[in-house]
């Protein structure tokens, strides 16, 4: 399943809240989903935070195909701000904060072009903002994990960096609330006023250095009473299970140096890790800190628009927090499908806070208090209600699981059909068996060991196993162990060399390639990153024309990356110059079946990967075919090559591979049952 995605048909991860500790502070009670709204008028305001919006800014450019405008005629990233600026009156919304990854690829003007337009907006409709740099958002992106004394903000170039240029101090200045900057223009501060009280946002950049923090504590110093939220692009992170905090080296090192001995530092919001999370931690006054992650880029189509309001309910005591889309309901009716969400649901996307802020904030802001009560009712519930007014969800289709092993479409155009099952639990799958193909024009044999370069294989680096995924009628699966790429140790399947599979290019036709895998819990992208699914034997820099990068490479690339993406990387099937052009998935949940089918269209060339049903955003226009190197090219199940020598082999289960000629829709494919 995919992290943030797919593990229903709902497109995002289920499960409960993890609540964390605190004393009686005035806060850390957390309840989740509908909450009623009060019968009088309250005080109360309402914050909205954009998550990272990098693959928004991406995919809305010439050279990504103007995907969001070509497929449903308008934009995420536009859509959001559009959405705040039309009903920040309305909803008493005073502020608003980005998290960061305001782009994904740093020197790609185009990219930095449509973020400007879409903050624009706001900037003409008066709704001040406040926005750092992400780690995509700068020109030397450093983990502080990887090395903590390089890369931060003292060490770079500023006149170089173009985040500095789009949004400089000018711009921030432009800001009714806008406070200052630091010296190197990275980290930024806000002061707002609503419900006759004042806030401050400490806006904090990628990787602040030890000077940045020294700024960030004489701002709160320099503003002792005020409340603060503190925004940065990384903090907190969020377990494998995809619901459950989990602290980081940096975000340790920042409650050591500005958060614990600063009281007024109330709440922490971040982007950068996938998905949506919440820890409570007790400050050195025995006080609440709420820390929140969210970031929904790796979701349906980068984030599908998904953005949160955080309402401050003063008179109950409460925050509350929305996650939703205001672009879902602007796109196609026809285009909509079960991951289309408007309004999340899930404890993690969707809960209250309570907090008796008086007394929370009572030891440096005696005087503080809910300010006039003149808010009708939930902000909150009046948002939900404007993003679903005149919108209905897609209707949600349970699958059906197949009754027996043929319980699957038949379709005439498949070339190869690779189902592995059939031997018991646990047993090798011996060097020199047989996988029949269903057409029976293809089979595969795993290969004999320890050849090409492959070192310390054995026969038990394979084995039969009956786990499958739940829509494939294939009752079992094969499970590759072992697998160090640093060996290299791999095992894997190959076509014969007169294998008539070899010779197709599919360049008239299009094609559908479907598999089942899962990856192995143990996956370690130190010995796995860039395990090959599928690929096809020999040298892509081989091929006449061929002028991209990494020529060692196969001519295709179905393998899952070192971030756990799916890749589906090819050459196309053409004369003259030619590049490899990818598609890619989100993050993958090891341990977690998926269904991956990739659809090549044979009249527009476009290239559409699909992960349990959901189109992925980042995919590739205009590729026709799949080269070979030759006629007796074999492809490789299970392992690939690097400049002529085995590599890469997956480390996982693979049910069942289909090739068809053609493209197919989704009512064909393996996961869809028979008539």
Not at 374 to 403: C, H, M, N, R, W
Not at 447 to 461: F, P, S, T, Y
Not at 573 to 578: A, E, P, S
Not at 607 to 631: D, F, H, I, K, Q
Request: hydrophobic share 40%; glycine share 8%; aromatic share 10%.
């Amino acid at each position: 399943m995919l992290k943030m995605g797919l593990a229903s048909a709902s497109g995002l991860s289920m499960g409960g809240l993890l609540t964390a500790c605190g004393g009686d502070s005035g806060s850390s009670s957390v309840t989740s989903g509908e909450t009623v709204a009060p019968s009088t008028q309250i005080s109360s305001f309402a914050l909205a935070v954009l998550p990272d919006t990098q693959f928004y800014s991406r995919y809305a450019t010439s050279s990504e195909s103007n995907q969001y405008e070509r497929h449903y005629g308008n934009e995420p990233y536009a859509a959001q701000t559009n959405w705040v600026a039309r009903n920040a009156q309305a909803l008493n919304i005073p502020f608003l904060i980005h998290l960061g990854d305001v782009v994904d690829q740093v020197g790609k003007p185009e990219q930095w072009k449509v973020a400007d337009s879409a903050m624009q907006v706001l900037e003409v409709a008066k709704v001040p903002y406040s926005i750092l740099a992400g780690n995509h958002d700068v020109l030397n992106d450093i983990d502080y994990d990887s090395d903590p004394t390089k890369g931060t903000d003292t060490q770079r170039v500023l006149a170089n960096e173009p985040y500095l240029q789009w949004f400089s101090a000018r711009r921030a200045q432009r800001q009714a609330t806008f406070g200052a900057r630091d010296s190197t223009g990275f980290h930024e501060y806000h002061i707002f006023k609503a419900q006759d009280q004042q806030f401050l946002v400490l806006s904090l950049s990628w990787r602040i250095s030890d000077a940045g923090i020294a700024w960030a504590r004489k701002v709160l110093a320099d503003h002792p009473t005020l409340p603060a939220i503190l925004v940065n692009h990384q903090l907190l992170n969020i377990a494998p299970d995809a619901v459950s905090p989990l602290e980081t080296g940096y975000g340790k090192m920042l409650w050591e140096k500005l958060i614990r001995d600063n009281d007024q530092i109330f709440m922490t919001l971040n982007g950068h890790h996938h998905g949506g999370a919440r820890l409570t931690k007790t400050n050195d006054f025995g006080n609440a800190v709420e820390e929140m992650v969210v970031d929904y880029q790796m979701a349906y189509q980068g984030g599908n628009g998904l953005m949160r309001l955080y309402e401050f309910d003063l008179t109950n005591n409460q925050i509350k927090v929305l996650s939703f889309s205001p672009w879902v309901p602007m796109k196609p009716a026809e285009t909509l499908n079960a991951f289309d969400r408007a309004v999340l649901t899930e404890p993690n996307h969707s809960f209250t806070i309570n907090m008796n802020f008086a007394r929370r904030f009572a030891r440096f802001n005696p005087g503080f208090s809910a300010g006039k009560a003149t808010v009708a009712s939930s902000l909150v519930d009046q948002a939900k209600a404007l993003v679903l007014k005149g919108y209905t969800e897609p209707a949600v289709v349970t699958p059906v699981a197949p009754k027996d092993a043929e319980d699957y479409p038949k379709v005439a155009s498949t070339v190869a059909h690779w189902r592995f099952y059939g031997g018991a639990d646990g047993a090798p799958v011996v060097p020199g068996t047989r996988i029949a193909d269903v057409t029976g024009a293809n089979p595969l044999t795993r290969d004999q060991l320890n050849r090409g370069g492959v070192v310390g294989a054995d026969a038990g680096d394979i084995v039969w196993s009956s786990d499958h995924h739940r829509l494939s009628s294939a009752p079992g699966s094969v499970s590759f162990l072992n697998t160090d790429k640093n060996a290299p140790r791999l095992s894997y399947f190959l076509t014969d060399a007169a294998a008539a599979i070899n010779a197709q290019t599919f360049a008239s036709s299009g094609y559908t390639i479907e598999a089942f895998i899962k990856i192995n819990p143990a996956w370690d992208k130190a010995k796995h990153a860039w395990m090959n699914i599928m690929t096809r034997d020999g040298k892509r820099g081989d091929l006449p024309g061929f002028i991209g990068g990494d020529p060692e490479s196969p001519p295709l690339l179905f393998a899952i990356s070192s971030l756990r993406e799916v890749q589906w990387e090819v050459v196309p099937d053409i004369g003259g110059q030619r590049d490899a052009m990818a598609s890619w998935s989100g993050e993958i949940i090891a341990g977690n079946w998926v269904h991956i089918a990739i659809v090549n269209d044979p009249a527009t060339h476009d290239t559409v990967m699909y992960v349990e049903g959901a189109p992925v955003l980042r995919n590739s226009s205009n590729v026709a075919g799949l080269a070979t190197l030759s006629a007796s090219s074999p492809w490789v199940v299970g392992g690939g090559s690097w400049d002529g020598q085995r590599a890469d082999g997956f480390f996982g289960n693979i049910g069942e591979i289909r090739v068809a000629s053609g493209a197919l829709p989704a009512s064909q494919w393996l996961t869809a049952r028979r008539g």
